[in-house]
């Protein structure tokens, strides 16, 4: 695959407010008013990665969901690629109140300026507006293009711990956390290979054809998704852990019974809540 780079972290509240005024944009005739310094100039807002419909009532899982409120998924910036963009998507964990999905798309502005953007969401099934109108909201996002192939990234490298026997390459670390279903995920991100690991309250659907397998003395099952293999493991406290990556099946193994040895060091609690954004309320 191509190389990745966390080029910005997409907050749920940042999420929203781009969306808020795009839509009072739209609502305003499509222009923002003259800048007075400029009376010429007229300012847009940039467009969020994605626009996301809270949809009611809920669909039964995370990918019935995605496929029902994603109304927009554009990875590649504000002008239109030369060529049509590809965006595939790779579900690394899903349940019946939790998913994490992995948007990628080859870019291609110019000749000059091909490149694969990455949008890493995790979905949970929120409750909390009306008990009785549950509905699929997004956690947070991680949006990301791709690293310098020299791996230059100075002093947002991640500091590989010992135990953690990653493939040798300078990677740069995101983390985020979940308020709706609590949850802690870590993205590790270099110029050749990506990594993703996680765990959330609750549990797991096990994909058809999963293969099981022992990690870290736990039952769970691995799945090969395109070149991401994911390792999947139920907890006895009722959550889950997972750990997804461009690697072979043997080393994903390996690094996830090691992760399950070191998880409150690899995911630590307390976890980190993603900033709050508006939603539009259930109709029902």
């Not at 039964?60 to 965006?87: D, K, R």
């Not at 994490?100 to 949008?119: F, G, M, N, Y």
């Not at 070149?227 to 390996?254: H, K």
Request: net charge neutral; proline share 11%; aromatic share 8%.
């Amino acid at each position: 695959m191509n190389g990745l780079r966390s080029g910005r972290r997409i907050s749920r509240r940042l999420a929203g407010v781009a969306l808020l005024v795009m839509t009072l944009a739209l609502l305003a005739g499509c222009a923002m008013p003259d800048n007075p310094f400029n009376p010429k100039m007229v300012s847009y807002p940039p467009p969020p990665p994605f626009i996301w419909n809270r949809v009611t009532p809920a669909p039964p899982t995370p990918q019935q969901a995605y496929t029902a409120s994603m109304s927009v998924m554009n990875l590649c910036g504000n002008q239109p690629p030369a060529t049509p963009a590809t965006t595939t998507l790779t579900w690394l964990v899903a349940g019946p109140t939790y998913g994490v999905v992995l948007a990628r798309a080859t870019c291609s502005q110019d000749k000059d300026d091909v490149h694969e953007s990455i949008d890493l969401l995790p979905l949970a099934l929120d409750k909390r507006v009306q008990q009785g109108c549950p509905a699929w909201g997004i956690e947070g996002g991680l949006v990301g293009a791709q690293l310098p192939a020299d791996g230059s990234i100075g002093s947002v490298a991640y500091q590989i711990p010992s135990w953690l026997l990653l493939p040798h390459d300078a990677y740069v670390p995101q983390q985020t956390g979940g308020e709706i279903v609590p949850a802690a995920l870590l993205s590790l991100e270099s110029s050749t290979r990506i990594f993703v690991t996680g765990r959330y309250m609750g549990s797991a659907t096990r994909p058809d054809g999963a293969e099981s397998v022992k990690i870290g003395g736990r039952s769970g099952w691995q799945v090969t998704d395109r070149d991401f293999v994911t390792v999947t493991a139920p907890l006895a406290d009722g959550w889950t852990f997972y750990f997804s990556g461009t690697a072979d099946a043997t080393t994903m193994r390996n690094l996830a019974s090691a992760s399950l040895s070191h998880l409150d060091t690899l995911l630590p609690k307390p976890l980190p809540t993603p900033a709050d954004y508006p939603q539009p309320t259930p109709a029902c």
